[in-house]
């Protein structure tokens, strides 16, 4: 809690007897008022914080009934009966992994699928095996873990990205990610392009649209020294990155059934509109109970 006693005290002595008593009272108000925002900031970082201990046992729960890592259990399906055919006996005993689940996910976000997924993505996507999201705030980090099967595109089983956020706006400052050591002739993510002229033929790669942009290595302390529009340009790959791994993290991770099924409605902060600063709801100040509903809403409870 920031509050400058020692300023605030000096520039009271300024104004005569009356103004100034009634200052020093709005003073105490406003010392009480950021004192509750102080215990307020308190009370969500631990409701935040116990969600997510009770989110983690139904995330690996999910992660290993999509991965084929164990059979369902009965108390999971108590109400099976509703959703089977009249043909249908329950068998419990599966331990395949769902069949394309995670490629479905994807291409059935709206936004990733307009905005970020090429037209060669879907066989690599297919691939997928599991993807899992991780956040530590006192690091300030993100990032996602994408799990693969053997594939014609790459040795990789596993890429990972990583990004290094501002502790006070929480913008990318940086972001780490895996290599991808592309097999000849599949690298989806660059085109070839040949130019000739009197001279001699120019061999140029061109970025090409596709989910695996998102696995680069950038750093702001990098562009220090570069040109307004190129630093400009670098800032803009760092935060495509980083609204792809927001996106995923926050929205497709927990939803992914909802997405599997196609049946989720994506949150329009999502849609590649720009949001002006000054209508944006991150600034608004929120009481406790504003906030848990807030967080019930963006969860999708509707109640």
Known sequence: MEFNYDQIKEKLKGYDLQTKI??????????????????QDQELDQMEADYK??????????????????VVKEEEVEDL?????????????????????????????????????????????????????FENKEQHKLGLVFQFKANDYFPEEELKVEFLLDDKQGEPLKVESTKINWKEGKNISVKIVKKKNKQKKKVKEVEQKTLFQLFKNLDVKDWEKLEEEKKEEQQQ?????????????DEILPYSLEYYLDVHVEDEDY?????????????????????????????????
């Not at 009634?22 to 215990?39: E, F, G, M, T």
């Not at 000054?278 to 509707?302: N, P, V, W, Y």
Request: with cysteine; aromatic share 6%.
């Open 22 to 39: 009634q200052l020093i009272a709005l003073a105490q108000s406003l010392y009480d008022r950021k004192n509750l925002d102080h215990q």
């Open 53 to 70: 201990k009770r989110v983690e046992p139904l995330i690996e729960a999910s992660n290993q009934i999509i991965s084929g890592q164990r």
């Open 237 to 249: 790959k760092m935060d495509m990155c980083y609204d792809i791994c927001r996106l995923i993290y």
């Open 81 to 133: 009966k509703e959703y089977l055919n009249a043909q249908e006996q329950p068998i419990l005993d599966n331990k395949e992994p769902i069949e394309n689940y995670w490629s479905k996910v994807l291409l059935n976000s709206k936004t990733l699928k307009t905005e970020v997924i090429g037209d060669k993505d879907e066989p690599l996507l297919k691939a997928i095996t599991n993807i899992k999201g």
């Open 271 to 303: 849609e590649g509109d720009d949001v002006d600063d000054d209508e944006s709801d991150d600034d608004e100040e929120l009481t406790k109970e504003e906030a848990i509903k807030r967080m019930k809403e963006r969860r999708g409870f509707k109640k």
